[in-house]
């Protein structure tokens, strides 16, 4: 069973920047494909950014593209997301998942999810 733990969540004003972090446990790192999405009280889960697990490709939502960077480093079994710019319709819950099988921006494609971490943008 792999554990998954996100981190780095706080608030923040209106263009300034966060880096999340999601720090997975057991199996091999190298294997896992990671994506971030999010959830706010008023919206669907949406996906944000996706990493390979070899980490020389990514894609991101539209919504954020030019404004997140998603990273890994494997020898810290870390991935990150780099958060610049920051709106206040970012605000939602960050969730970190894990897939072996699936490189995708479909939830249902991910079996390993962390706890969430909140983010909150005030203008």
């Known amino acids: 069973q792999v554990q998954v733990h996100d981190s780095g969540g706080r608030e923040v004003r209106a263009g300034g920047s966060l880096r999340l972090s999601c720090k997975a446990s057991?199996?091999?790192?190298?294997?896992?494909?990671v994506a971030w999405f999010r959830q706010s009280p008023v919206e669907e889960r949406q996906f944000v950014a996706a990493?390979?697990?070899?980490?020389?490709?990514?894609y991101y939502a539209g919504s954020v593209k030019g404004r997140f960077s998603i990273s890994r480093d494997n020898a810290e079994n870390t991935v990150y997301l780099q958060m610049n710019s920051l709106k206040p319709e970012d605000t939602a819950v960050y969730y970190c998942?894990?897939?072996?099988?699936?490189?995708?921006?479909?939830?249902?494609?991910?079996?390993?999810w962390g706890q969430g971490t909140q983010v909150t943008v005030s203008s």
């Open positions: 998942a894990v897939s072996t099988r699936h490189y995708s921006k479909y939830p249902d494609h991910y079996s390993y």
């Open positions: 057991e199996g091999t790192f190298t294997a896992y494909n």
């Open positions: 990493i390979n697990s070899v980490g020389d490709d990514t």
